[in-house]
């Protein structure tokens, strides 16, 4: 998991303002996957890219966009339509291989001023 | 879809003691089990796996078996040592893009 790199390690975000927190991976994975982290809560996907050019919304997908334009990076967008993105961003990758293991990042945590 | 719940959502043990950590799952579907460690701030790190087609699996202190019929898995941590306080999490799915988390556990090992 040491291959997958997320920045910045914190972000602070104004109402209003649309940021983009960075994914990027040098394990040469398929797959890779966006979730959000809120306290007491397990981790729920916001979206998934299974190959470059191609990505799915996850189960809160709502104000949030992702792009797959490289196999190595998978940018998430957060946009002010998102009433509530306080929260730790984590993205995972895992091999087009048969295994389903998914490995993370070290995390975003973003925080609305 | 699958839901997944996990209990208990906090647990404080004696170092030396065990920790067991159990989960059910919804859907019959559903064929592999991670098991995550989170230490503060950090990423979730797998620590051990299983597939629906095997009933247990060790590695060192760690154990993890699975209960098809019931739906429910468990995690078992022998010998507990201070370091091994974090959060844990289970999951479950049965496809790739379909895995869905418990709520997590807090272990507490007590030196």
């Known amino acids: 998991d040491g291959g997958i790199t997320q920045s910045p390690k914190y972000l602070f975000r104004k109402e209003g303002q649309n940021v983009t927190l960075s994914c990027e991976q040098n394990?040469?994975?398929?797959?890779m996957y966006w979730y959000r982290q809120d306290p007491g809560q397990g981790l729920r996907l916001i979206y998934y890219?299974?190959?470059?050019?191609?990505?799915q919304k996850g189960d809160i997908a709502e104000g949030y966009s992702v792009s797959r334009e490289k196999k190595e990076s998978f940018p998430l967008t957060v946009t002010s339509a998102q009433k509530n993105p306080t929260a730790f961003y984590l993205c995972?990758?895992?091999?087009?291989?048969?295994?389903?293991?998914?490995?993370f990042g070290p995390g975003t945590r973003l925080t609305v001023l | 879809g699958e839901n997944v719940e996990q209990h208990p959502s906090t647990l404080s043990v004696q170092e030396g003691d065990s920790a067991v950590i159990k989960c059910t799952y919804s859907?019959?579907?559903?064929?592999?089990f991670p098991w995550y460690k989170q230490e503060l701030g950090k990423r979730p790190q797998l620590i051990i796996d299983i597939r629906s087609n095997v009933g247990e699996k060790k590695d060192q202190r760690i154990a993890v078996t699975l209960n098809k019929t019931a739906k429910h898995f468990s995690l078992h941590i022998t010998e507990t040592q201070p370091e091994d306080s974090a959060v844990y999490f289970c999951a479950a799915s049965k496809s790739p893009h379909d895995m869905r988390f418990g709520a997590g556990t807090r272990l507490t090992v007590k030196p």
């Open positions: 995972a990758s895992r091999t087009g291989q048969s295994t389903d293991t998914q490995y």
């Open positions: 394990l040469n994975h398929d797959a």
């Open positions: 859907d019959s579907a559903s064929n592999y």
């Open positions: 890219s299974q190959i470059v050019n191609d990505f």
